[in-house]
């Protein structure tokens, strides 16, 4: 598996991970109705932010992750980022390696944290996985997402140290 920057010519392939994740409403505070072209606006970030793909050898896109400033003017000191991977590349490490080159491209760029803002709390993988890579949760929003089966959820705020 490598990771390379995402181009627009890839968004075709980006799209049914994008549309499957946001459609099952259990991760994403997007609409569930996102169409093609506002998911394209919301993921693919033009510098110096960034988005990147994670393929295969083959060249199959497995996920994918998007990374910024967590804010403008005296915030943009601390990165943020999201991920989606393919629901059947899951337990694969390509969350984990999107995760790992996002906190390197934060380092690299010489942010001094990097800061998740809305981590459901019942995304329990995802939340395992920042963990393992040093995150820490900072803080919860009692049932701040609307999770389509579990109802409302809390969203955590995890915080890594660079």
Request: glycine fraction near 12%; proline fraction near 6%; avoid cysteine.
């Given at each position: 598996m490598r990771i390379t920057e995402a181009t627009e010519e890839q968004w075709p392939e980006i799209w049914p991970i994008f549309e499957q994740i946001v459609k099952a409403g259990e991760t994403y505070p997007y609409r569930l109705d996102t169409g093609?072209?506002?998911?394209?606006?919301?993921w693919l970030l033009q510098p110096p932010s960034r988005s990147v793909v994670a393929v295969d050898a083959s060249g199959r896109v497995l996920g994918t992750a998007k990374m910024n400033p967590n804010r403008e003017g005296n915030g943009a000191h601390v990165?943020?980022?999201?991920?989606?991977?393919?629901?059947?590349c899951a337990g694969r490490g390509v969350g984990r390696a999107l995760c790992a080159d996002s906190i390197a491209w934060a380092r690299a760029?010489?942010?001094?944290?990097?800061?998740?803002?809305?981590v459901v709390e019942t995304n329990t993988r995802a939340v395992a996985l920042y963990r393992s890579l040093g995150f820490e949760?900072?803080?919860?929003?009692?049932?701040?997402?609307?999770?389509?089966?579990?109802?409302?959820?809390?969203?955590?705020?995890?915080?890594?140290?660079l």
């Open positions: 093609y072209e506002e998911g394209r606006d919301l990165a943020s980022a999201s991920y989606m991977v393919d629901p059947a760029q010489g942010f001094r944290g990097m800061q998740f803002n809305a949760v900072v803080g919860t929003v009692p049932e701040a997402f609307h999770h389509p089966t579990a109802g409302y959820v809390g969203l955590h705020v995890m915080y890594l140290k």
